[in-house]
């Protein structure tokens, strides 16, 4: 069913897999192909991690922040309990975001440095010494 024709003739990619049905539309497929390096660094990279991150420090810290101020200024009981309550969520989000970035994002970025020391190191072993270099060869020991 995937390669059948649809109602104007061309093929229906993939329609079982529920994909966006503007991608047959000429105008949101050379959007895609201007777009599709920023699109490929959103997917694969960690950019919706770290606006997530961001995000949740400054609502965070702006709640931590807005009940203290709230609760020192407040008198009745209800309004008290929602002070309360705005603090506690303002510093649960705010070390969260911190807690995540030490064992996530710290650990992720250290992991990929690694990698491309890994990758480098391995290249340049791979890859003969040039010619002419002062490195003995190893051939003229008995």
């Given at each position: 069913?995937?390669?059948?024709?649809?109602?104007?003739?061309?093929?229906?990619p993939?329609?079982?897999?529920?994909?966006?049905?503007?991608?047959?539309?000429?105008?949101?497929?050379?959007?895609?192909?201007?777009?599709?390096?920023?699109?490929?660094?959103?997917?694969?990279g960690?950019r919706?991690?770290y606006?997530?991150?961001?995000?949740?420090?400054v609502?965070?810290?702006?709640?931590?922040?807005?009940?203290?101020?709230?609760k020192?200024?407040?008198?009745?009981?209800?309004?008290?309990?929602v002070a309360?309550?705005?603090?506690?969520?303002?510093?649960?989000?705010?070390?969260?975001?911190?807690?995540?970035?030490?064992?996530?994002?710290?650990?992720?970025?250290?992991?990929?440095?690694?990698?491309?020391?890994?990758d480098?190191?391995?290249?340049?072993?791979?890859?003969p010494?040039?010619?002419?270099?002062?490195?003995?060869?190893?051939?003229?020991?008995?």
């Amino acid at each position: 069913m995937s390669g059948e024709p649809g109602p104007t003739g061309a093929p229906q990619p993939f329609p079982d897999q529920g994909l966006d049905p503007r991608l047959g539309d000429p105008e949101a497929l050379a959007w895609m192909d201007k777009h599709l390096p920023e699109l490929r660094r959103s997917a694969y990279g960690q950019r919706i991690l770290y606006q997530s991150l961001g995000v949740g420090f400054v609502v965070g810290l702006a709640a931590h922040v807005g009940g203290y101020l709230l609760k020192s200024s407040v008198t009745t009981e209800l309004l008290g309990l929602v002070a309360d309550l705005l603090y506690a969520l303002g510093y649960a989000l705010w070390t969260g975001v911190v807690v995540v970035l030490f064992f996530q994002v710290v650990p992720e970025v250290k992991r990929r440095q690694i990698k491309r020391w890994l990758d480098a190191y391995e290249t340049t072993r791979r890859d003969p010494a040039p010619a002419g270099s002062d490195q003995a060869s190893g051939d003229d020991q008995p």
